[in-house]
């Protein structure tokens, strides 16, 4: 079920116009992401805001025969599949993973979501995920985006890859970064690898980035 929804949403670009030998393992897409945490007023955490760059190949089966005159293509434009984005992305929790010291975050339905096409070419998704009930960041708060099965490889930006919004003075975001997979592991990349996980199998945290918001 998750790869054919997966399909639904990223498969194609990998197999589109030619790329199918580059598809011969995981991850079949790649995400440059950049979050944004936002705070209410009381000081808690509210939602958290993604801003997805998504790589060249599916940015060009998104675009192509589509857009006027070479143009970017708008947020108008893109608007349909941006909904229906962001509605198969419920099946996955929208790839985005938190905890507090009380426990696993559990999200609500996203708002303010867009897609737009970027001058290089490059197509980025917006939304803005909600906590069902605000967190407060006193204890940490760890946040990590992936997708667990790895079809899907998330990296965070270089450069602010976590801002704040609304935070209290002294909040804090520590990027810990990912763990390198050994060698042995990197060898079995394979389709054949990864379909024969067991269901549940989280392959996706090896390779994640936390990162840890804490708030006096």
């Avoid at 005159?69 to 962001?86: C, F, I, Q, R």
Wanted: overall charge negative; proline content about 6%.
């Amino acid at each position: 079920m998750r790869e054919r929804l997966c399909a639904r949403l990223f498969l194609a670009a990998a197999f589109a116009a030619g790329f199918a030998a580059d598809a011969a393992a995981h991850p079949h897409v790649w995400v440059t992401a950049q979050e944004e945490v936002v705070f209410g007023a009381k000081g808690q955490i509210e939602a958290v805001r993604h801003v997805w760059v998504f790589d060249e190949m599916y940015s060009a089966f998104v675009t192509e025969g589509q857009g006027k005159d070479g143009k970017p293509m708008t947020k108008e434009e893109l608007a349909p599949l941006a909904k229906s984005n962001v509605e198969d992305l419920v099946e996955f929790g929208f790839f985005t993973h938190a905890k507090t010291a009380n426990g696993k975050v559990e999200f609500g339905a996203p708002f303010d979501y867009s897609l737009e096409e970027r001058e290089d070419k490059r197509v980025v998704l917006r939304f803005t995920l909600p906590l069902k009930t605000p967190a407060s960041a006193s204890k940490a708060f760890t946040l990590q985006v992936y997708d667990p099965t790895y079809f899907v490889a998330f990296e965070l930006v270089a450069e602010d890859p976590v801002a704040f919004i609304g935070a209290p003075k002294g909040c804090s975001a520590n990027v810990l970064g990912s763990k390198p997979l050994a060698a042995e592991e990197t060898k079995k990349l394979s389709e054949s690898f990864f379909s024969g996980l067991s269901p549940g199998a989280d392959f996706g945290v090896k390779l994640a980035t936390p990162v840890i918001i804490a708030c006096p």
